[in-house]
Every structure is written in structure tokens, then in C-alpha cells.
């Protein structure tokens, strides 16, 4: 081939690559977005549909394995161009809303199902594009390196990621970009037909026998102990993302830029590791890795011991982040000195999707089931460290006798790796020892623990957390049973929305987020409680822990699924009272703050009734997206800023209460509550759109009263 012809035909392989990963990565989070509100909005969404990914990824490299090593050029271009046909005619990608559940039962499973009929084919012709091109490549441009294809794919996939929440979510319905991409994808087609005539084409190289000791040595086939190797080193950094991205989305907001910054610093990891080995450095990336993972170790711990002052969000995301890096930075900059010639590519490509299936499979099914707090974190942290030993073990058997150094710096890993895992099981420990009940599920991490004070006993009571967040506590002295504590006291917006509204009469009352059950101390014989809540374990411990329901006066009926999904299959309601208080850990539910939803709560609300939106949080302030809904559907508001009382039991909590008629909300006497405006310009969240950045608050909320000029600072839950 003329060095014209090759300059082009490498190009054809770059542009096909780059796009094909493109498209790889943008899907992920767009088909993520698409269902998340049909699947309660939980954490669990984004790290199921990963493990989906990966191990559609693993299938997709053993299927170009195969064709590489099995098949001749004609019979593997032949096979591919048709399997990318039948892809082409399942477009577009969009699900069906049919797939919507219609209980609480676990979603995994119909998760799964449904990406693989929706998106599954075109996602697994995608995924076998990275290795199946490169041997291609090297088939038609013998001489060039294929490895350096191998690093434009991941810049295409960062791209992806970070181009999907600031350019192609703020700006199109995710129907759009479901059509955008199928269009992507038949010119992806299109590009991957002429790879594969270029292929054909090429004459094949015969490769020369080796002659030398050297040259044997250079074509070694990998032993069994590398393999596993490669598949531990990819499996490691796998896990980690999950774990991190868990923990993070728990604590945060299950939002897509939340989801796309961990992958984007796992893939920007690949990038340097494969670009050069220049980037990776062993001593600097292990201090890093130590200092973030005592780190970890330490906003674990203070957790599990509630030091407030570790709980702001700078500097979880710096710490986690920085974990997140240095890990992946390890292992794939340590996969890369164990990488093989070319001849070996798509054993190795597939080495590293079956680690990262299996990282995916112990976070997203493994770890659910099998662990009642997030303790795969602390178990990647390990591993991280452990993996790394490994690999200095292997090199300090081929060290001379007299080079100390492998030895002494494996010596001194091996004991921080067991330090550091005494620490983080202690941790686990503590949590689960100070627990009088635990459970997970695909929701989160739940605990009730007991509460107590030795100074004044009369404060004891039993407290039910989810990830590091309160979502309820009851007294346990019988005359303080009954009082509403926690965000829903007599003078937070909730407390005064339900007590207030029609008092004397009797009443409908609507809760999205059972929580303890607290707002049914404010129930009267006459009214009726109709109470929604996704997660069937805080349904478990709300009844077997906590009085609330079991004490309530008036008529309830707790409904075991996801309260919008509910909603959208009920009559009207005509509740008096809706109230929203669905958070996951200080996770936000965006899906229920958004326009689509707000509608949907209208068509379950008097005329007169009141919409209270329970918006406590220590990130972001969620004021002006209930600016945005009200301005939307012209309803009134009022914020309302209720106090903490320690010895009532009552935390500081934000509110934002809505209605059609201005008279339902003037009517409401505040007490000790302040109303607070409602910030700044009104910003308007939709299924298809949501921007969390509009709304961080990294120092925490500032309030300023309506009346008179007094600012307020909070920290919110």
C-alpha cells in the first residue's frame, strides 16, 4: 500500500474508532436518564445499568476475539456487517414506557431486561469495535501500533462523558438524543463497512520465524498467572468506580454529572496509562493512594461517628475522587507494563472486560445482597493495595539478590494494606454492632439505631438512618411517643401544612417517603393518610421499630411502590395535603421535582389543597427549582424555615409549600417558623432535563427572611 493509501486508510480506522466509543459512552448515560424515573430514582439505576455495560463489554470483546483468532478476514467482515445490519433495524434506541414497573419488587432484574431488548445489540456491535478494528488494523497497516487506536477510543469516551451533561442533556429531550445517536450509529456502520473492505483487502503479513532468543522472548504467549493477573488489575479499578460512585450518589444526587464524573476519571486514567508510560508513576501514585485511602478511612469513621464537620461536599468529592484516581492510576498503569505484543490484543482487551464484568457484578448484584452497609469501598481499597503487592511480588522474584528495595517496598505495603483493612472492618464493624437492625437493598443502606443520653434520659429514642442521613427518630418514653421530631415538628412547613389546613375538618392527606411514619402523630379519626414509599425495608422497620402507624387515629394505607409510578396509575386523589419528602440518604429525587411529576401532583390535589415539598439538604438549595415548578403552573408559594429544638427533637428543616389559591397558604400561622424567600431565579427541571449544578451550595444554604433584611446560614440536614 502507497504511504498516501495508508495515511487515509488509517484515518478511516482513527475516525471509526473514535466514534464508535463515542457513541459507546454517550449511551450510558442517556439511556440511564431515560429510565431513572420510571425505577424510583435510586443509586441503584446508574450502577445497575454499569454492570449491564460491562459485562455487555465483555461479551463484545469475546465475540472479537473469537472472530480474530477463529476466522479469516472475508468470513469476519461478513459476519459483522451483518450483525451491524440487524442493530441498524432495531433503531432507535428508546425504551417503551410499557416497561415501567408496576410493583416495589426488586428492579434489577427487569433493569436489565429492559436495556437488553431496548439498547443491547447496538451497544454489543459497539463494544466489539475497539478490539476487533485493532486487529483489523494491524492486519491492514502492518508496522503501526495498534495501541495507540486503543487510547483515541478513550478519548472519545471521555468526550462523550463530559460533552452529555453541559452540552447534549441542557439542550435536547432525551428523545432527540436517542434519535441523534441512532443516526451516530448507521454512520458508525457506514465508517465500520469500509474498515473492514480495507481489511479484506490487505495482504496478510507473514510473520518471521524467530531465529534469536531475543526475538522468542519478545512473542512470549501469556501464562496463566499473567492472565489472571490482567483480569485482577482491571477487576480492582472496576469495582472501585462503582463503590465511589455509590457512595457519592447516596450522599449527593443520583444526576447524571454525578454518574459521569467517576467514569470520565476512570477513563481519563486508560488515556495516560495506554497514551505513554510516561504519565504512570509507581511512588507517586502510591502516596496518592495511601493519603486518599486514609482519607476514606476517616470520612468512614466519621460517619459512623456523625463528625459533621467531615460531611462537606468539596471535600468528600476531593477525597473520594482523588481515591478514585490514584487506584485506577495504579492498577491500569501497572496492566500496561504487563501488556502483550499485538499478537495477544484481544486476549488481553477481553482479560481486561471480564475484570471489569467482574467488578460490576460484586458491586451491582453481589454486594446488595450479601452486605447490609456500603462495604465494598473499603473492600476496593484493599484490593487496590493487594493487587499492587502482587505485581511487586512478581517483579522482586526476578530482582537481583542484593537490590532491597522491591522487597522493603512490598514489605512496607503489605503491612498498610492490613492496617488499613483492620481499620475499615472495625469501621463496618461499629455500624453494624451499634445497629438494632440493618438492611440493603437496591435502594440503600438502612439502620435504626438507639439513641442515648446519659445526661437527659428523657431525649433516648430510636433512629432510623439511611446512608449517613436521619430520616426519622421517636422517643421512647411513652408521654413523648407521640410527638412529631425529626424535620416534621408543629413548626416546619410539613408540621404546619397537615396540622394547619382545614383544621376541624376532616381530611385527605398524601406522603411520597414513609420515613418512621412521623406526620401520622398529626392524623385525626375523621381524616384518611394515604402514605407511599418504594423501599419495602423502611416499610419493614417503620412498622417493627417505630409506633407511628401503629398508633395513628385516623384510617392510612401504606402503598409499597414508587409514589410517582403510583400516582400515574390511581384516580384522583383530591388529597388536602401532598406531602413530598422522598429523599435517599441526602440523595435529591430529582425525578420528583420536575415539571412531568408537579403535573402529575396537581391531578391529585383539591383545588385549595397544598403541595409541601420537603427540600432540608446539606449540598444544594432546592428553592428555586419549586420557584421553577409554581411559575410553571401558576401556584403560590411560601418558603418556610423551621427551627431546631433539641429538646422537642425537632431538626432544622427547609419547606417549600404550593398552592392554586393564594388564601390556603396566608391562612397558615408560622409560630416559631420563619419564611425565607425563595432564593434566587426560578429554574425549571424536567424529566428530560435537570441541572444539579444550578442549584450546589458547597458552603451550605442562605436564607434571607421575607420580611426585613436578616440572612441566615444553614448547613440544611
Known amino acids: 500500500m502507497s504511504q498516501p493509501g495508508r495515511a487515509l486508510s488509517a484515518i478511516v480506522f482513527f475516525v471509526t474508532v473514535f466514534l464508535s466509543a463515542f457513541l459507546l459512552f454517550q449511551v450510558q448515560p442517556l439511556i440511564s436518564k431515560f429510565i431513572l424515573p420510571w425505577f424510583g430514582g435510586s443509586p441503584a439505576v446508574w450502577t445497575t445499568c454499569m454492570l449491564f455495560f460491562q459485562v455487555a463489554l465483555f461479551g463484545g470483546y469475546l465475540y472479537a476475539h473469537l472472530l480474530v483468532s477463529k476466522l479469516g478476514a472475508k468470513a469476519q467482515a461478513t459476519l459483522h456487517i451483518s450483525l451491524m445490519i440487524v442493530a441498524a433495524c432495531l433503531l432507535p434506541i428508546a425504551p417503551d414506557p410499557s416497561w415501567k414497573p408496576t410493583d416495589a419488587n426488586d428492579p434489577v432484574g427487569r433493569i436489565l431486561l429492559l436495556l437488553t431488548v431496548t439498547v443491547g445489540l447496538p451497544y454489543f456491535v459497539l463494544s466489539t469495535t475497539g478490539p476487533l478494528l485493532q486487529g483489523w488494523f494491524a492486519r491492514a497497516l502492518p508496522g503501526s501500533s495498534p495501541y495507540r487506536l486503543y487510547a483515541l477510543s478513550n478519548i472519545g469516551s471521555l468526550l462523550a462523558l463530559l460533552s452529555y451533561p453541559f452540552l447534549v442533556e441542557p439542550r435536547w429531550a432525551t428523545e432527540q438524543q436517542a434519535s441523534f445517536w441512532s443516526a451516530g450509529f448507521v454512520a458508525f456502520t457506514v465508517l465500520c463497512v469500509l474498515c473492514a473492505t480495507i481489511a479484506m ?28 493477573l490482567w483480569v485482577a488489575l482491571a477487576a480492582v479499578p472496576s469495582a472501585m468506580l462503582l463503590a465511589v460512585t455509590n457512595q457519592v450518589c447516596t450522599d449527593i444526587a443520583v444526576v447524571p454529572f454525578l454518574w459521569v464524573a467517576p467514569l470520565a476519571l476512570y477513563l481519563l486514567t486508560f488515556i495516560l496509562c495506554f ?58 498503569g501497572e496492566l500496561v507494563t504487563l501488556k502483550p505484543t499485538p499478537r495477544h490484543l484481544t486476549l488481553f482487551y477481553l482479560c481486561l472486560s471480564l475484570g471489569g464484568a467482574i467488578g460490576g457484578l460484586f458491586v451491582g448484584l453481589f454486594a446488595p445482597h450479601y452486605f447490609t452497609t456500603l462495604l465494598e469501598l473499603p473492600i476496593a481499597i484493599v484490593a487496590t493495595c493487594v493487587a499492587l503487592l502482587l505485581v511487586m511480588l512478581r517483579e522482586s522474584k526476578s530482582a537481583p539478590v542484593d537490590a ?96 394547619q389546613h382545614r383544621a376541624g375538618q376532616s381530611k385527605r392527606v398524601g406522603v411520597i ?29 417503620a412498622r417493627e421499630h417505630f409506633t407511628y402507624l401503629s398508633e395513628c387515629l385516623a384510617k392510612n394505607d401504606v402503598v409499597i411502590e414508587d409514589g410517582r409510578i403510583a400516582l400515574e396509575h390511581e384516580e384522583p386523589n383530591r388529597f388536602d395535603v401532598l406531602v413530598l419528602d422522598a429523599f435517599s440518604g441526602d440523595a435529591i429525587p430529582t425525578h420528583l421535582l420536575t415539571r412531568d411529576c408537579a403535573e402529575l401532583y396537581l391531578k391529585h390535589l383539591a383545588d385549595d389543597g397544598i403541595l409541601a415539598c420537603h427540600i432540608s439538604n446539606r449540598h ?49 400561622r408560622l409560630g416559631k417558623a420563619q419564611e425565607v424567600t425563595m432564593g434566587s431565579e426560578p429554574i425549571l427541571w424536567t424529566d428530560a432535563f435537570s441541572n444539579l449544578l444550578s442549584v450546589l451550595q458547597p458552603k451550605g444554604m442562605q436564607f434571607e427572611l421575607v420580611k426585613g ?9
Not at 482 to 492: A, C, E, I, V
Not at 630 to 644: C, E, H, I, S
Open 709 to 717: 433584611r436578616k440572612s441566615i446560614a444553614s448547613a440544611g440536614k
Open 404 to 499: 532491597p528495595q522491591p522487597i522493603m517496598d512490598s514489605s512496607l505495603l503489605g503491612v498498610f494494606a492490613l492496617l488499613l483493612g483492620a481499620a475499615l472492618w472495625m469501621q463496618s464493624e461499629h455500624v453494624s454492632r451499634n445497629a438494632l437492625a440493618s438492611s440493603r437493598n437496591c435502594y440503600g443502606t438502612l439502620r435504626v439505631k438507639q439513641q442515648s443520653s446519659e445526661r437527659n434520659p428523657e431525649l433516648n429514642a430510636y433512629v432510623l438512618q439511611h446512608g449517613q442521613i436521619r430520616h426519622g427518630h421517636q422517643f421512647q418514653r411513652a408521654d413523648r411517643r407521640r410527638w412529631p421530631t425529626s424535620f416534621y415538628g408543629p413548626d416546619g412547613g410539613g408540621g404546619i401544612a397537615v396540622s
Open 513 to 541: 417517603g414513609l420515613g418512621t411514619g412521623t406526620l401520622a402523630v398529626y392524623a385525626q379519626p375523621e381524616d384518611y393518610y394515604r402514605l407511599y414509599e418504594i423501599n419495602p425495608d423502611v416499610v419493614t422497620l
Open 275 to 332: 497514551e505513554s508510560d510516561r504519565w504512570y508513576r509507581r511512588r507517586i501514585f502510591t502516596t496518592g493512594l495511601i493519603l486518599t485511602s486514609v482519607g476514606t478511612a476517616v470520612l468512614l469513621w466519621g460517619s459512623a461517628l456523625n463528625w459533621r464537620s467531615t460531611s462537606g461536599f468539596v471535600l468528600q468529592g476531593s477525597i473520594y475522587f482523588g481515591l478514585l484516581f490514584c487506584s485506577c492510576m495504579v492498577c491500569h
Open 201 to 228: 483487502r490487505a495482504k496478510p503479513v507473514k510473520a518471521e520465524p524467530a531465529n534469536s532468543t531475543t526475538d522468542a522472548a519478545i512473542d512470549v504467549t501469556p501464562t496463566t498467572s499473567t492472565i489472571l
Open 620 to 668: 444544594v438549595d432546592l428553592r428555586p427549582v419549586c420557584a421553577g415548578i409554581a411559575q410553571a403552573f401558576d401556584l403560590q408559594t411560601r418558603a418556610v424555615l423551621g427551627p431546631k429544638d433539641s429538646e422537642k427533637g425537632t431538626s432544622l428543616s427547609v419547606w417549600v409549600l404550593m398552592s392554586r389559591q393564594s388564601e390556603s397558604l396566608s391562612a397558615l
